[in-house]
């Protein structure tokens, strides 16, 4: 029985709860975009040209702020860049994840090999120059 009233009380408080109601609003997957927005906010986290691995990525509502984000941040878009983040973000999760725009999805683990080998493969550049002197 109170396991029964516990998950109605969650149901009912998840429902009512404001930022799942804007999440949905707004297009997000999880109110977990909030959580990341507000730590954004106050710290200035994503930055223009940023490489971002988001690491248990599932359902994805971190990828897509990452995204909307670096769309905003873009400076002077072309025409074949406008609405196009700038920056790399990729995505790794052992569940699958819907697709995000813009976001390399990898299914796998980063703690074993075949995982951490795909997030390599997908690095840009740069970045894996950098990931390599860091190891």
């Known amino acids: 029985m109170a396991k029964n009233k516990f998950n109605k009380n969650w149901l009912h408080d998840h429902v009512n709860d404001p930022y799942v109601k804007l999440a949905q609003k707004e297009g997000y997957r999880a109110r977990a975009a909030y959580k990341l927005a507000e730590i954004d906010e106050q710290d200035h986290l994503i930055r223009a040209g940023m ?47 819907e ?10 683990d980063f703690r074993e090999e075949e995982g951490l080998r795909a997030l390599e493969a997908a690095l840009p550049a740069a970045a894996n120059q950098s990931a390599a002197r860091l190891a």
């Open 51 to 97: 490489t971002v691995v988001d690491l248990g990525s599932t359902p994805g509502s971190w990828s897509q702020y990452i995204r909307n984000r670096l769309v905003q941040l873009r400076k002077n878009p072309t025409p074949e860049t406008v609405g196009k983040p700038d920056g790399c973000i990729i995505a790794i999760d052992l569940l699958p994840m």
């Open 99 to 108: 697709p995000v725009a813009d976001v390399t999805f990898i299914l796998g």
